[in-house]
């Protein structure tokens, strides 16, 4: 890899990764697999960046690598250990401790793939156009995805009466 190409990857990465850090823990329901789904991310990103640099969006070549190194990890059966408690960038999480982790522990009582669409679309800023390129698949699906992991974040948040969390 040339200087140039280096110091752009190096660039890129810097200036992305508080943010790619916050989707693939989302993701991963996890932080500490959140940073490693990153880390395999830019590793990945690393080897191929030359293609990745000439992309007409590279954050959404980032995100969907990002979204494919998740896939390709839920699908590996490893065993993980839980070693942080919280996120790993304070200024995101919300204002109240309890509050953050309570959506966070919602996040993942989410389905998979409905998890994915809340992540990109509301944790990754993306639209739901951007959110279907990333995943591949029609905006209707990312809108139907969203309609139903919004309703079951809301119910794992405010369980009916009766139901035990």
């Not at 309570?102 to 998890?115: D, E, M, T």
Request: hydrophobic share 40%; proline share 4%.
């Amino acid at each position: 890899m040339r200087t140039e190409e280096r110091d752009a990857y190096v660039e890129y990465v810097t200036a992305s990764t508080p943010r790619l850090r916050r989707i693939a823990t989302l993701l991963a329901g996890d932080p500490a697999r959140g940073d490693d789904l990153l880390q395999e991310t830019l590793t990945r990103l690393f080897v191929h960046w030359k293609r990745a640099s000439k992309a007409d969006n590279l954050d959404r070549y980032v995100h969907r690598m990002l979204y494919r190194v998740f896939i390709d990890d839920r699908r590996r059966k490893w065993a993980s250990v839980r070693l942080l408690d919280q996120m790993p960038e304070a200024e995101h999480a919300a204002a109240d401790p309890a509050e953050a982790l309570a959506v966070r522990n919602a996040l993942r009582q989410v389905p998979k793939g409905q998890r994915v669409v809340l992540v990109l679309r509301y944790f990754g800023d993306l639209s739901v156009q951007e959110a279907a390129d990333v995943l591949g698949c029609s905006t209707g699906t990312v809108k139907s995805q969203t309609a139903r992991g919004l309703e079951a974040l809301k119910t794992a948040l405010n369980p009916p009466a009766g139901a035990t969390r």
